[in-house]
């Protein structure tokens, strides 16, 4: 060994460097050994590698930075992770203002509605009224770094928007991003309710003095999915997902729309029996054991390919909006474990950098519009990205958090209830959302009667 000769008294100076750079070399191998099997994904680009069945590129996602936020010891928050939040986005033509870099900056103009002046706000999401007790959360507004982002005019949108008509495809996410739209758009008209389905779900409103339709279709998956849900939405089974079907909830009504906004994801992580060809490949967090682990990357890959390819190569050609993964701000937990969301004000930039699976799905998401719009060009297809996640990691204090339900500490102080960490209160952040599909919307009209 190298030690013992190093040990030995008749052994010439050369011969000792070299024992010593062996023992140098071998102290960095069992030191990145080590490491290796203590942090397995710490690699700069972290490869999956997707079955043959899927016939698609991996994600490749970026490691994440390791340094720790200072908060003082007696915080009652969990210490986070910082980041450099994302650079300005690929696509954007030269001199184009990003809308979805920069900061979040008070504003004591306040919300555009109140939850008194709306009565489109669901009860989960209608925090005021449950009793959530800070109103700090109601005076911010987004501020791209390089321009300004209107606030939203409700008469300019719906004279963009006459005769037109407007799908929203995801789940309840947009269901809580439609709430607020119908809320900005109560000053110029109150919309009828023309559709819904048996829970509610999908639903569709009039505006008939702008002959304007706009609507909200369920489908969390966007691919075909079988679900196995009671009436109060608990699983009794895992998910049957066909990542190349398409759920035809939407496929069947989207030559009525002229514009198409669509999201997925949230539901890739529920545990879930996967199919490919109409036959079982693998599943997700399933109790089969049989059944071989696929995770979720992979799976969502495939999920948006298919969708990308239908919309590309359909003869019906509407203005597509493809809106980015919404990140939650559950600490000390997850929805099942007791995770919260009490803050009351927004992160400044670098300081939160999300949790892994964040950036695995945009990174998925980014790549496969990327790859969408470099063929849409060829087909005529019209694609355009709603970037939200920046700004909506950054608002850890627009949840309803425990204030999902009536007053939930109204008969005991210290009672331990369930949070709400992913939607999002009305009015809140969610407004900026509809914001910028306004002003994307109206330029898009502005530049096609040029």
């Known amino acids: 060994m190298a030690g013992e000769e190093m040990q030995e008294p008749g052994l010439s100076r050369p011969k000792k460097g070299l024992c010593l750079l062996l023992m140098f070399f071998a102290l960095i191998l069992l030191t990145s050994f080590a490491y290796f099997l203590l942090f397995p994904n710490s690699s700069d680009t972290n490869v999956t590698s997707c079955p043959a069945f899927f016939n698609i590129v991996p994600a490749i996602s970026g490691r994440a930075q390791r340094g720790v936020s200072v908060e003082p010891k007696n915080s009652s928050y969990i210490q986070l992770p910082r980041m450099s939040l994302n650079d300005r986005h690929k696509y954007l033509l030269k001199g184009q203002c990003d809308l979805f870099s920069g900061q979040w900056i008070n504003d004591p103009s306040g919300p555009a509605y109140t939850n008194a002046s709306c009565n489109f706000i669901q009860p989960p999401q209608n925090c ?58 109560t000053k110029v008209e109150e919309p009828v309710e023309v559709y819904h389905d048996k829970f509610f779900r999908s639903r569709t409103w009039y505006f008939a003095n702008y002959n304007f339709t706009v609507g909200v279709i369920w489908a969390p998956f966007l691919v075909k999915a079988e679900l196995f849900e009671d009436d109060e939405g608990k699983s009794k089974s895992d998910a049957e997902l066909h990542l190349d079907i398409l759920e035809d909830k939407w496929t069947s009504q989207y ?44 799976p969502y890959h495939k999920a948006l390919q298919t969708v990308f390819e239908f919309m590309i190569s359909s003869d019906h050609k509407p203005l597509i909006l493809f809106r980015t993964w919404t990140p939650d701000h559950f600490e000390y937990g997850e929805w099942f474990s007791g995770g919260v969301c009490n803050r009351t004000t927004p992160y400044s930039e670098g300081q939160y950098e999300g949790k892994p699976i964040d950036h695995v799905m945009r990174t998925i998401e ?25 700004l909506s990691l950054l608002r850890p204090d627009g949840h309803p958090g425990p204030y999902r339900t009536y007053h939930p500490f109204g008969k005991d102080k210290i009672a331990k209830v369930q949070n709400d960490c992913l939607h999002w209160c009305l009015p809140g952040p969610i407004d900026t959302w509809n914001e910028l599909i306004a002003k994307i919307l109206v330029d898009e009209r502005d530049i096609s009667s040029n």
Request: some cysteine; proline content about 4%; charged content about 20%.
């Open 366 to 390: 980014i790549q496969e519009f990327e790859k969408a719009v470099s063929i849409a060009s060829q087909t005529g297809a019209r694609l355009k990205l709603l970037d939200t996640f920046h």
């Open 128 to 185: 005021m009224k449950n009793g959530r007790p800070d109103t700090n959360y109601l005076y911010w507004r987004w501020k791209p770094y390089d321009c300004e982002l209107p606030p939203f005019d409700p008469f300019k949108f719906m004279d963009a928007m006459k005769d037109k008509s407007m799908a929203f495809i995801g789940d309840s996410i947009f269901r809580n991003q439609i709430q607020s739209l119908l809320c900005l758009l």
């Open 255 to 298: 030559n009525k729309y002229d514009y198409v906004i669509f999201s997925g994801g949230q539901w890739f992580l529920k545990s879930m029996i996967i199919w490919v060809n109409n036959t079982i490949v693998g599943c997700h967090n399933c109790k089969n054991n049989n059944l071989k682990e696929l995770g979720v990357d992979c």
